[in-house]
């Protein structure tokens, strides 16, 4: 009880902490709510709360949240960001490339200079995290073998599309429920791609763009694509914040023209 009891406060930090995130990039409550109920509400978290072994997923996302709330908030709370996303990368280490959506241009917002020299910090954490993990010879050790074998062919491909289907697929009760690429799930997957394109696009003078969402998404995927036999549901947990805020993007863009 006490590990689903951790599991199940860490997703609801998680929940509080992206409704703080979006409402303050979105500037509205409307946007905020979206993003926190889709993301909270997810019937694909079910993996990833639901066992003490993946716990770094919600752990990850959490400090992640963090470091970009404090990032927005002034030069000092900055600070202490890359702090934040050191405890973050060393809860999954996937997450070492989404400093970079900080890096999106907002409306309104400053030039890529200055939201890159604000972003530094961050991205020289992921950077230096990745290279050490690299350099560590970890992916001959213990994130070696056939196990994590990896490719970089067609299987990343098929393996996004995957994931993508997995989100869309409201007939399955359980999707993921076989932890393997889904040669036959690109259809699925490319169409509701396409979509999100189009949400992009329409939307893309909304106050949170759907492309900051968007791009989320799939930095936090990047990590994953290229093992061959480690297709888990959990894997979904930090990118699907980003597709709760593409949709949360979109609603804030609509209720502006309504």
Same mark, same amino acid.
């Given at each position: 009880f006490p590990y689903?009891? @951790?599991?199940?406060? #860490? %997703?609801g ?10 409402r ?5 409550v409307?946007a905020?709510?979206v993003a926190?109920?889709?993301f ?5 978290h079910?993996t990833?709360?639901?066992?003490a ?6 752990? =990850?996302?959490g400090?992640t949240?963090?470091a *970009?709330?404090?990032h ?7 600070l ?6 050191l ?8 997450? =070492?490339?989404l400093?970079a ?10 030039p890529l200079?200055?939201?890159l020299?604000? $972003?530094l910090p *961050?991205?020289i954490?992921?950077?230096?995290f ?6 560590s010879?970890?992916?001959?050790? %213990?994130?070696?073998?056939q196990a994590?074998?990896? $490719?970089?062919?067609?299987n #990343?491909?098929?393996?996004?599309m995957?994931?993508?289907k997995?989100?869309?697929d ?15 799930a690109?259809?699925a997957?490319a169409?509701?791609t @396409? ?5 992009a696009l @329409?939307?893309?003078?909304a106050? #949170?763009?759907p ?8 930095l ?8 061959l036999h %480690?297709?888990?549901?959990y894997y979904?947990?930090?990118p ?7 949709v ?11």
């Amino acid at each position: 009880f006490p590990y689903h009891l @951790v599991s199940a406060l #860490l %997703h609801g930090a998680n929940v509080a902490l992206l409704y703080l995130f979006v409402r303050g990039r979105s500037g509205g409550v409307l946007a905020g709510g979206v993003a926190a109920g889709l993301f909270g509400t997810s019937r694909l978290h079910m993996t990833a709360i639901g066992s003490a072994a993946t716990i770094g997923e919600p752990l =990850a996302l959490g400090f992640t949240l963090g470091a *970009l709330l404090l990032h927005d908030r002034g030069r000092l709370a900055r600070l202490a960001a890359p702090v934040l996303l050191l405890f973050a990368l060393l809860s999954k280490e996937s997450v =070492a490339l989404l400093p970079a959506v900080l890096l999106l241009p907002r409306p309104g917002g400053p030039p890529l200079r200055d939201r890159l020299r604000r $972003a530094l910090p *961050l991205l020289i954490i992921g950077a230096v995290f990745t290279f050490g993990l690299l350099a560590s010879g970890a992916g001959t050790t %213990h994130l070696g073998g056939q196990a994590y074998a990896r $490719a970089f062919g067609a299987n #990343l491909f098929l393996n996004l599309m995957t994931y993508t289907k997995w989100v869309v697929d409201m007939a399955d009760p359980f999707p993921g429920l076989v932890s393997a690429i889904v040669s036959g799930a690109w259809p699925a997957g490319a169409v509701a791609t @396409v979509l999100l394109g189009i949400l992009a696009l @329409v939307a893309r003078r909304a106050t #949170l763009p759907p492309v900051f969402g968007a791009s989320w998404w799939l930095l936090a995927l990047l990590p994953v694509l290229p093992l061959l036999h %480690h297709s888990y549901l959990y894997y979904l947990y930090v990118p699907m914040a980003g597709m709760a805020m593409v949709v949360a993007g979109v609603a804030g863009w609509a209720e502006r023209w309504a």
